[in-house]
């Protein structure tokens, strides 16, 4: 009856999802032998799999919820290629394209102010400047709306008054974070670090972490949105992206996955 009620409410938030996409394109094949022409293998292409990247996975999982969402992202077209031996399921090649293009900028004017909360999901691709973001988060965060972030930016200053989701590798690198905003660190099997506070995760048999940053800061942002409870929120995200890595691929939340997994 509570995951009943909380699935009802959820379908009554608007979330607005704001940040860089591509599309993930898996080309699942054999590789039989060996190229005449040189020691490497050759490829023969058996399927094609096509699933949103980026913040567009960001706007899949939520959406599994029922949510009204909104995305504002890139118009170009940004694309990440694996080939992948179909029987071993063992990544041969990854082939980026589009970029290192110059994205057409955000106009934070369009922005909808009638949303429950807001994800930014920045792969600092270009399409959000550090100047877009101190605009949106001052914009949100007067108004009471919550903001919950993923950025890959070194410089993280500009996001103000939002919880920042960043990975131990990106709080390594990091040069500056913002003294008013709640920083979450994921710890890969060691599940999150919050206020420093260790937040564990149940251990899984890792297949592929592709998404699971995604699927953590959804997670979160959506039951935090709810529920006002940080701890809660990271408990509940520790869980559903540990259940992400297990499986291979860019990974989308399934309605099995919401029928077992507690929210």
């Known amino acids: ?40 293998p050759v490829f023969k292409e058996k ?7 980026m913040s567009s996975n960001v706007v899949s999982n939520i959406k599994q919820f029922g949510c009204e ?8 077209q940004i694309t990440k290629r694996r080939f ?28 909808p102010l009638d949303v429950s909360a807001i994800f930014i999901s920045d792969y600092d691709k270009g399409f959000l400047r550090p100047q877009d973001c101190e605009k949106i988060c001052s914009l949100y965060s007067n108004l009471d709306i919550p903001i919950f972030v993923d950025s890959k930016k070194k410089n993280l200053s500009c996001f103000k008054n939002c919880f920042i989701k960043i990975n131990k590798k990106e709080k390594t690198n990091c040069t500056s974070l913002p003294i008013d905003s709640k920083i979450i660190v994921t710890v890969g099997k060691h599940g999150a670090v919050y206020e420093g506070k260790n937040y ?39 869980k559903y992206s540990a259940h992400s890595v297990t499986k291979f691929g ?5 309605p099995e996955d919401i029928n077992e997994l507690r929210f």
């Open 1 to 40: 009856m509570k995951k009943l009620k909380a699935i009802q409410q959820l379908k009554q938030l608007k979330i607005l999802v704001v940040g860089d996409s591509c599309e993930d394109i898996y080309h699942y094949g054999s590789c039989d032998r060996l190229s005449p022409e040189a020691p490497v």
């Open 47 to 53: 399927s094609i799999k096509i699933v949103p990247g």
């Open 69 to 76: 969402t909104l995305h504002i992202t890139n118009t170009e």
């Open 84 to 111: 992948v031996d179909s029987r071993f399921k063992q990544h041969l090649l990854r082939v980026d394209q589009g970029e290192y293009q110059t994205l057409a900028n955000i106009d934070t004017t369009l922005l």
């Open 200 to 238: 564990p995760t149940t251990p899984v048999e890792v297949f592929d972490v592709s998404g699971a940053g995604d699927i953590f800061l959804s997670i979160f942002g959506l039951h935090y949105t709810l529920n006002k409870n940080v701890e809660q929120a990271i408990n509940i995200a520790n």
């Open 250 to 254: 860019t990974y989308i939340i399934t």
